[in-house]
């Protein structure tokens, strides 16, 4: 095997990194919380895709942000906030 080759194929396995929505989402959920373990955030840094962490990690936050309007909108029409 050449040094080409190897190069070529140490390129494709980095670019390839399988992973599921679901390990996904539990990688961000618990950055959310703030609680992680150093071998589970070294392993989510090898084999999570970056772009998918940014586009869950956008989407979280805006179901957060939205939960948080809706229940602050209940509370005010409940009348309880009075």
């Known amino acids: 095997?050449?040094?080409?080759?190897?190069?070529?194929g140490g390129?494709?396995?980095?670019?390839?990194?399988?992973?599921?929505?679901?390990?996904?989402?539990l990688?961000?959920?618990w950055s959310f919380f703030g609680v992680r373990k150093a071998r589970d955030l070294e392993r989510d840094v090898s084999e999570l895709n970056p772009l998918?962490?940014?586009?869950?990690?956008?989407?979280?936050a805006?179901?957060?942000v939205g939960v948080l309007f809706a229940l602050v909108q209940w509370v005010i029409r409940s009348g309880i906030a009075a």
Request: net charge positive.
């Open 1 to 8: 095997m050449s040094d080409g080759e190897r190069d070529s």
């Open 11 to 25: 390129a494709i396995g980095e670019r390839q990194r399988p992973t599921s929505l679901k390990r996904t989402l």
């Open 27 to 29: 990688a961000v959920l």
């Open 52 to 60: 998918h962490v940014v586009i869950v990690g956008v989407i979280v």
């Open 62 to 64: 805006a179901v957060f």
